[in-house]
Every structure is written in C-alpha cells, then in structure tokens.
C-alpha cells in the first residue's frame, strides 16, 4: 500500500514539474510578444505594408529586438519575409523559438487583420512559440503567446505657460505669489525670470544627473512624492551641468527656502501621462513653468493665501492707500503627455486684492466746493475658471509630425470684478447755473433770502467693473510643429475689465439748507427723483470717477488681470495651447 502511495506521490509531483516549467516558459513567451510589439509598433512609421517589407531596416529591427531579449548562444537568429503580410523571426537552435509579427488596423469592431501591400496599418501582431521538453512524462509540449501594440501619434501640451509669454508685470507679480506659495521669499527679476523661460529639463535629467532620489523616472512620475526643495535642488543641478541658465539666476533659485510645513507633490499630478507612455520621461519641461506648477500644486486645497510684500503702484490720487491680497488654488496646472484624447487643464485660482483708501478731501469743479470721502476698501476679485484641452490629432509626413490639433472646451473666466462702496459728504453753497436751478427750484429768488441756500449730500457711491461672460467654449486649434513648439496658440481677447462705473447708491441724501428774511431755518429733502438730485450728485460722482477710474484702468487692470490671466492661459472665448518638444508619430501602447 506504501510503495503504491509513493509512486502515485512522485508522479503527481513529476507532472506539477513538467507543468511548472511550461508555466514558466509561457510567461517568457509572453514577454518576449510584449517587448517585441512594442518596439516594431515603433517601425510603422504610418507606411504601407509593401513600403514596410520592402525596408531592410524593419528586418534590421526585428532581428535587434529579439536578439536582445534572447541572445543565442549556439546559433543565431534568421528573419524570414516570404510569407505575404508577415515576418518571421526564427532561433536557429532547439528548442526553437518563433516570433511571427503581422499587421491590424483599427475599424469599430477594433483590431482586423490586415495583409495587403497596400493596407496602411495602425498596430502589430506578434505570436511566440516555443515547447519544453518534459522531464518526467516524456514527450514535449507546445508553447504559444501572442500580443497587439497599437501605433498612436503622441505629443505633450499644456493650457497656459508663464513662460510663453513671461514679462514685467508677470515677473512683478510671480514674486509675492511664489513667495506665498512656497513659504519663503522670493527675489527674481525678469531677466531672471526670462532665462528661467528659456530653459528646459526632463525628468530622466532630473533623476539621473539631478540626482532626485526616486528610483527611476518612470516611478518619480507615476508613483513617487518629491519634496519642492528637492525639484528644485535637481533643478538647479541639471541646469548648471549643462550650463544653460546665468549663475546669477541659479543663485537667486538656490536662494528660495521652501517652508518646511510646504507639502510634497506628485509629479504624476502635474504633468499627465499614461502609465506604459514614456513621452513624458524625455519630454522638456519647461524650468520655469515647472516650478511655479509645482508650487501652485503644493498650495490646493489651502485657503487664503497672503500675498506678502504685494505691491501695486498707485496712481498720486490715491497716495496714502494700502494694498493687500490673498489667494485659493483650486486646481494646479497641467501639462499633459499621451496619445489621442489626452486632456490637460488650467489653473483656477482666486484672488482676491483690497485698496485701502484713506480718508481724503477732492475737489468738485461742478460744486465750487470739496467733497470729504470717507475710508474705504475697494476689493478686486480675480476667480479663473479652468479651460480643458483634449489632443486630437497629430497629422505626420513620412514618419514626422506637421502640426497638432487640439480641442479647447469650456475656456470661460470665471467672476472677474471689482466692487466697492465710497461713503462722502459735502456742504456746499451753489453758483451760477447750479444756483438758479435751485432757486427756480424753491420757487424763490436771492431777495427772499437772508444768504444763499447751502447743498448737503451725504451718502455712498458703488464702484463697479466686470468682465463680459462668454458663452461656453469649444473648438480647435491647430498648431504647426516644429515651429510652433513653446509658442502660445489660442482664440478670443484678453480677459479685460469693462468701464468702470461708479455711481450713487439709493442711500445717498441730497438736502437743501436756507433761511427767509422772514422766517426760521428751512430744510428741505430733494427726492432722487428729482432732476434737480442729479445736478447736484453728478459733479460728485464725477469727481470721484476721477479718483477710482485710474486704479481701474491704471492699476487693476495691467497689473493684475491681464498679467494672471497671462500666467493661467486664459482668454475671453479660448485659451493658450503651448506644445512641448517632441511630438511623435508612432507611439506605442499594448491594448491586449
């Protein structure tokens, strides 16, 4: 009974052998479908299968790809092309081990086979086999894998870049707002700023000469968290080594201290790209669209930021003012690397800047007389709604890419207005016109009077701006390549503050004060609805204008608006699209 136990044990186990090592030669060939779809994908260049076979260069690859996989000790590889639509890779040992690549394109059903010299393909076909000899039950027993890599044009963009487009304003702007973001202070002028724009790093530099510790590049961004001070240390390191950015400029970088509560980021969450995709690894990033996307990252979520050392010139009627500012980071920007229909989107951001204005006293031509304006604050809100873009297109000359096309959807800014109410006073005692208009008013003449009537307002007057709301946004832009890469490409105008108005607000009071020759102090209400209430209230207003038109026009505008709808991308009615070097034909990807 023992003796038939154990050999009942030994067979079964000699069976789970001869099975484990099939097993284990299917998971080679599996591999070995994988790598070599992959790199022969990268061969089809958008040519026919005739062009392709006829090429020595396709053999030259697939004998390359095999061979590294599986270098031959006792023999060599040979490449057979007699069989229509197909090329076959045979060792020349045993066990021998195939590898047939043939041809799909895409239709809606998916991949279909194709074999034509004239059929365009889209993707490979690749099928292993090899067999094992088993050990224990004698005989050998067949092998076979297969795999589809599809061919897809992919390219790297993002909505909106700094550096694209980097000048003063945005560079007198950047430092209280990397400055907040970072936890620290930051110096650079624009000529800092505009070497920074015109340099560029990968992230294979940034691990492999930038010595960030991630592992590899395919893990820092896919997987991997790195501390801002750490990008920017590798940063700084890649670009002295290959000596494309001043010294100066690398100074004032290495100058930054990051705060130590500044959280780490991904950078999967900032530059998109799908796993197995490596366009993102070699792709260039631009420096300093990096670090200011790193920091706009490191920020979301946290609620009103301060702005520190925010200053704005402000024109001399508003001497005396202050000028505060805070910011919400809602959504980083983005800078997108895939195949067809890879989105990337803006920045939103909101910010929000108040002008202190102090008490102060201005003249009113119109009234012959001053007007006291109280303290106020008058408050601009800049909220920027994201735009999304969707790559569509990569259209290629033989194996080159001519231009991207891209879609641009929803690119609306968001609230973008100014707001505030003045409180005033004034007492004045009306000439000329104004005078008459009064009397005739009361119904009576200066000889019924023991002195001319005095005018008394009190009251506020709102202070508005806005930007007109677009519909929704959604069409395409096309870029041409390689001229177009790092330029900014997109549709619509600025975003752009309207008129400001400034006017009376329903509490304000207008009162006329007078006394008879005969008779006791009289005061009377003039109703807003009076014409006589606009005449007296319109110089007001009108003087006031003079005041606050110029922080609009003068000062919120060029300094804040257009600069950071610059820095985001956006625009009335589109928005940026700026392509990053290097668009390509024949990416890769297995799809099964």
Known sequence: MLAAVVVLVVAIAAFAVDLGVQRVERRDMQALADVVAMDMARELKGRSIGEIREDEAWTSALRSTVERQLPTENGSWSVDTGEPGASVATSVHYPEIRVKVTFAMQDDAGLVDVSGDDDLPEAVKVQTSSSVDFAFVGGAGGVSRQSYALAQATACFRVGSLA??????QSALLNPILGALLGSTVDLDLVHYQGLANASVTLTELVEIGGLSAGSPERLLHSGSVEIADLI??????????GLVDAQALKRLGEINVA?????????????AAPGDDAALDADVNVLDLISGAAFL????????????????????LTGATVSADLDVIQAPQMACGH????????????????????RTISVPGLATSVTVKP????????LAGAEARLLDVPCTQGDPTSMQVAVKSAVAGPVSVAGTLGFNVSSNPLGGLLDLLLGWLKLSLLDLLSAPTIVVEGNVGVGASIPMPDAYNRSVSIPLPTGYGVRHGTGSGVLLSTPTIEATSATNVSIHYKRLFGSDRVVEVLNTEPLFDNIVSPVVSGLTSVLGPLVDDVLQPLIVEPLSKLLGLQLGGADIVAVPDARCASPRLIR
Do not use: C, E, M, W
């Open 164 to 169: 694209a487009s980097v000048d003063s304003a």
């Open 233 to 242: 240390d590798a940063t700084i390191t890649v670009l002295d080594a290959r």
């Open 260 to 272: 130590a509560s500044t959280p780490p980021i991904r950078l999967g969450d900032l530059i998109k």
């Open 298 to 317: 490191s920020s979301r979520g946290r609620s009103a930021i301060g702005l520190n050392d925010f200053s704005l010139a402000l024109p001399d009627s």
């Open 340 to 359: 067809l229909g890879t989105v990337a989107r803006t920045a939103q951001v909101v910010v929000r800047v108040n002008v202190q204005i102090p008490a």
């Open 376 to 383: 106020a604050t008058i408050t601009l809100t800049v909220d």
